[in-house]
Every structure is written in C-alpha cells, then in structure tokens.
C-alpha cells in the first residue's frame, strides 16, 4: 500500500508541476528546478531577486564557460540559477543542478567540495565553507554562494538549504565503490569519487601515472599523510593492460625510481618530487596508495580493500 | 582605425623609450623578459603584497620601472581582465583594473579598451564595467559571431595550425594580459596564458577540447598545447596578475576555497610568472602540463632560479 501510495504521489506532483510550469509559460523541466527554490516567507527574509536562469544540457557552456566539462563528465542534465537577498541587502546565488543519477550528484559533489569544509545535517551529505554551501539529495546538487564570509550570509546560506531540502523528496546511495576506502585515520570530508579523468586530474596532476577507462573511482585523504585512491575498470583486460603501462610509464621516466618488489601485482615507485606511491592490482580494481607511508603499511591497505570488495 | 598612430611614428616613440615591436603582430613588446631598471639593475618579476589592492597594482607595476615603460604617448592600450564568474576570487578585481587603467592614462595612452566577447552581466555583476567607465576606459563588448574574428595562423604550431582572434583587438597598439590566478577544472591552473582563451572565437576554443577529452587523457594535455599554440600568436606587451584572493578548488567558475596572498605579480615572462604563481598554492611550474610545454617551446623561463624576483611590501 505504501508503495502505491508513494507512486500516486509522485504522479500527481509530476502533473501539478508540469501544469504550473505550463501555465507559467515555461518549459516542464525548467519549472520542474524553480519548485525546489523557496518563495516568499520560506526562507525567513530572503526573498527572490531577479528572473531566473535556466540552462541545459551543452547550453552550460554559456553560464560556466570554460568549466562545463567538469559537469559533463558527471552526467550533467540543467541547471536552474536564482538570486535572493534579505532586508539587510545581502545576496546569496543558490545553483539547482539536475544530473544524470545519484552517482553524478554525488560526484560532483565531491569535486565542489574541500576536506577543510564543515558538515552539515542538510540532504544527504553537505558541507559549509566561508561563504557558500553544497548538498546534494537524489539526482540534483545545489551550490549555495554568498558573497561575503559573514555570519548573516552563512546563516542565510543554512536557511535557505534547509528549506530547498524540504522541498526535494528525492533519495540516492553513495557508490559502493566510496566504502571501499579504509576508514582507519580517514579523513571524511576529502572524499574525492571520480567518473572521468577531468576530477581524477585536479585531484592530483599524474602525468606518468595517466590512468584512464576506468568505469568509476575513489580517493580520500588520511590523518597520517597519505592517499588512498582505488579505480573499478569493466573487467580484468582493462585493469591487467592500465597496469601494466602504468608500471611501464614509471620505469620509462628518467626523474621515477620503480623499485622491484616480490609480488609482480604490485609495484612502488618514488616519483619526481621524492613522494612514495604503491600500486596494486586485484581483478578488474586497481589501487594506489601515495604518500607518507611504507611497504607494510600499504600492503595491509590494499589487503583491506581486497576483504571489503570480496570476490 | 582612422585614429590609429601612424606605425613609423609609433614604432620611434617605442624606440625612444626602450622597446622593439613584436615580430608581426604591432604590439609594443620587449624583446626579452627582463626589464631593464635604472643604472644595471633589472628584473623579471615584480611582486608586491598589500591590503589594499588598488595600491598593491600600482606598486608593483612601478618597481618594473611605471607604466610609461610599457604604455607610449598616444597609444591605444588593449586590457583583458577575467570576468569569468562573479564568485568571490574568480575574477579580475575591479580595484586592480581600476589602478592599471589609471597608469594607462597617466602615461599617456590615447584610449584604454577593455576587451570582451562575454555577455554585459558578468562584468556588471563583478563590478568590473563600472570600475573601467569610472576609471576613463571603455568597454568594447564584442558579439561572438565569426565575423569579428580573424583567422591567425599559428607559427610553429603543434595543434592549432589557426586561431581566431578577435579583430577589435588589431586596432591597439598595447596589450596588457589581466588575469586572475586560480583553479581550473582540466589544467589545474590558469593563469597567464590560458587568459588569452578570452580573445579567441569561442567556438574556437571549444575545438580545444576533443570529443574524447573524458576518456583518453592525451586530450587533456591536447587542450594544454592549444593554449600554448594560441600563446604563440598573442604575446603581452605586459602581464599584471591578480593573486590577491583567489580559488584553489572547483575552478574556474566556482565558489571554492579561498587563497589569499594579497599579491599583484607583474612581469613580462609569461611562463615565469605562472611558474611564480603555482607557488602561492604550493606547486611548481613542472606540475602544470601547460606551463611545462610553454616553457619547452620557448615561451619563457620555467626554472625559478633563473628569474630575477623582486619582492616588495606594498
């Protein structure tokens, strides 16, 4: 009965917004975002200011030039911009983005957020820095950002969250593949998930260490000084062949240092800046260990990740 | 192009202060990157921190000898400022433009453009276009269709053999590159040189990026070498670079962490001066593909030892 009902429910929210939207004048999917924006006396002073801004699919390309890509390759669908200001004149641009799944909200989660940011009980996961705000609930992300790092503005940023997470019933799962990552000395908040080589690279610049056609990956930082990163491929070829040529790049560098271990699925290296990294092969993953760390020490992480990921 | 200065006349008033003419392109330019100062002194970078960014600007640009040095009496001086995004630290702030049109001014120029195919919004809401009409510049808002751009070749190119360069920006004599340092989903980092994207047709720089840019990692540094190619056809005749505040994360449009080093980097070495600017987030130059193969193909000086830096309080 439950089931039914929540159906019926969903079914005539989607014909009301699509009425309203109609009525408006809008395009269904546009009116489909400004539903979750909070109106008039919602969100305490802050009201709407100026007509809002709606962009689809390669039309991003003209709100975020030049950063787009980063979307796209999340699985980008629209985006819906509002200002609002309270009576004091503070502003703050809230950003509705719909992506393609659960799994792209959440990646593009991780990529707008920082380890230094403050979590906070909004959808399901947020962060709240100096002057802006992330969360994401579902299929859709929302960037709230003010434009100075006063209290009023972060209040204002958390009143408004508040009220746009009321309106999303919306729910979405984490990938497995980010619970896959020790928890021992992890630092939650720099969790990194990756879908393409456009995060992987900000994430951290490996020009030996290129590695692509993954289907989907994951890093997190740890108290001690290292990073932990594991990479799903479709199936063993693909892992087994970006192995091998990640090993074969790292012996190849005149400035890398590949040093031989007894176990041929793993290799260590020292990079050109002296910094240590490990990697390993298990079936169709490949993990990378970088950092401050030692031989054992990476040995029993990427011995926990093999008991987490099973067979 | 009617009050364009005649080139002989120009290219004496250039002589008489110092500088030679960029092979080709009209631009007043140095003929190296050093800047030669008074007596035997010179310098490649000038640094200056500061609070107050408006004064910051002007320091640093007169400890590389003041504007005149790069400015001649009556040119037509071409300023391209970032105004990607109005989040905090993602765009040129008003106060250091401000400044450098006034030293425009101060040194005689004929007129200050600011130059843009970007939409009036993202320079209204950064504040930007009110800062160069109260300044005494003007805004030379360029509508992106390809008839305002001109086809460049790119001499020695490796991915671009043309780029497509807006045509307003032929009728100035001076160029001063503006941007802000800060993240950038892809390369890590803009600075310097890939501001210049601001200049070329858009659909352009879309090319920049192939179609296989998400699964094939040589795309990536594919769209580093564009930029390096399109450097190669534009050449500053001056850099001020705005890294007083700016994002290290989700960049370039953001919002994202803040850095604030409160500096104003000037110089003319386009490649030392991003090289300088990774620092202020605790990279290297190397770390950068794109200031890597500038760098390679003779765009300036990586290795930080080799620059003459000089740091000053503001």
Same mark, same amino acid.
């Given at each position: ?35 979750y ?15 809002p ?6 039309a ?11 979307y ?8 819906t ?31 707008k ?33 003010g434009?100075?790092?006063?209290s009023?503005t ?5 009143l ?11 729910s ?19 969790v ?18 290129n ?18 990163f ?77 008991e987490?990921?099973?067979? | ?42 310098v ?16 640093t ?21 970032n ?36 939409k009036r ?12 009409? *109260?300044?005494?510049? !003007?805004?030379?808002?360029?509508? /992106?269709? %390809? ?6 070749? $790119?001499? +020695? ?32 980092f ?9 200049l ?8 920049f ?15 580093d ?19 007083? *505040?700016?994002?290290? !994360?989700?960049?370039?449009?953001? /919002?994202? %962490? ?6 104003? $980097?000037? +110089? ?15 990279m ?31």
């Amino acid at each position: 009965m439950k089931i039914r009902a929540f159906f019926l429910h969903s079914r005539v929210l989607c014909c009301l917004c699509f009425f309203l939207s109609t009525a408006l004048g809008l395009p269904a999917v546009q009116g489909m975002l400004i539903q979750y924006l909070p109106n008039r006396g919602e969100a305490g002073d802050w009201i709407r200011e100026g007509e809002p801004q709606h962009f689809e699919g390669e039309a991003l390309y003209e709100y975020i030039d030049g950063g787009a890509e980063i979307y796209h390759e999340y699985g980008f669908k629209r985006v819906t911009v509002q200002d609002f200001v309270n009576r004091t004149g503070k502003s703050v641009s809230v950003e509705v983005f719909e992506m393609t799944n659960s799994e792209s909200a959440y990646g593009i989660f991780t990529f707008k957020t920082h380890k230094a940011g403050r979590k906070v009980s909004i959808g399901a996961d947020a962060q709240l820095a100096d002057y802006y705000l992330n969360f994401w609930k579902g299929n859709i992300l929302v960037t709230l950002t003010g434009f100075d790092e006063t209290s009023e503005t972060r209040d204002g940023l958390l009143l408004l969250a508040q009220v746009i997470d009321t309106k999303l019933d919306l729910s979405g799962k984490r990938p497995w593949i980010v619970s896959y990552l020790p928890r021992e000395n992890f630092m939650s908040q720099s969790v990194k998930y990756f879908k393409g080589i456009l995060g992987l690279r900000n994430s951290h610049p490996f020009f030996v260490l290129n590695i692509w056609g993954f289907e989907e990956g994951a890093k997190a930082d740890y108290a001690k000084g290292y990073s932990v990163f594991i990479f799903r491929f479709k199936d063993s070829d693909r892992s087994f062949g970006q192995y091998g040529q990640l090993k074969k790049r790292s012996a190849e560098h005149p400035e890398y240092k590949v040093h031989k271990t007894a176990n041929k699925e793993i290799f260590t290296a020292l990079d050109n800046r002296e910094r240590r990294f490990f990697v390993s092969i298990h079936r169709a993953s490949i993990f990378l260990v970088l950092g401050d760390i030692d031989h054992i020490q990476a040995l029993e992480i990427f011995q926990k990740i093999q008991e987490e990921i099973g067979d | 192009m009617d009050n364009k200065i005649g080139r002989r006349e120009f290219f004496k008033k250039s002589a008489q202060i110092g500088f030679s003419t960029a092979l080709g392109f009209g631009f007043v330019s140095l003929t190296e990157g050093r800047v030669s100062l008074s007596g035997d002194e010179s310098v490649d970078i000038c640094v200056a921190t500061g609070s107050d960014y408006h004064a910051t600007t002007l320091k640093t640009v007169e400890c590389l000898g003041g504007m005149k040095k790069f400015v001649p009496q009556d040119a037509k001086v071409a300023l391209l400022p970032n105004s990607q995004s109005r989040h905090p630290g993602t765009f040129t702030k008003p106060e250091v433009v401000r400044a450098v049109i006034e030293m425009c001014n101060k040194a005689g120029a004929k007129e200050v453009n600011c130059l843009t195919w970007l939409k009036r919004e993202y320079w209204e809401d950064s504040g930007l276009a009110a800062a160069v009409d *109260e300044a005494g510049a !003007t805004m030379r808002f360029i509508e /992106p269709e %390809e008839a305002n751009f001109k086809s460049v070749p $790119v001499p +020695g190119w490796k991915a671009m053999k043309e780029v497509m360069i807006m045509k307003e920006f032929y009728n100035n004599d001076v160029f001063i590159d503006m941007p802000i340092i800060k993240d950038h989903a892809g390369n890590k980092f803009t600075g310097t040189q890939k501001n210049l994207m601001g200049l070329n047709f858009r659909t352009n720089n879309r090319l920049f990026h192939r179609q296989d840019w998400q699964t094939n990692p040589e795309s990536v540094e594919y769209l580093d070498q564009c930029i390096v190619d399109l450097n190669k056809v534009v050449k500053p005749t001056l850099c001020v670079v705005d890294a007083t *505040e700016f994002i290290t !994360t989700n960049g370039p449009f953001g /919002p994202g %962490e803040l850095a604030k080093p409160q500096k104003i $980097v000037a +110089g003319v070495d386009r490649v030392a001066i991003d090289a300088y600017c990774t620092t202020l987030w605790g990279m290297k130059g190397e770390d950068i593909y794109m200031i890597k193969l500038g760098s390679e193909q003779g765009l300036g000086e990586i290795d930080l030892n080799k620059v003459k830096i000089k740091e000053i309080k503001a």
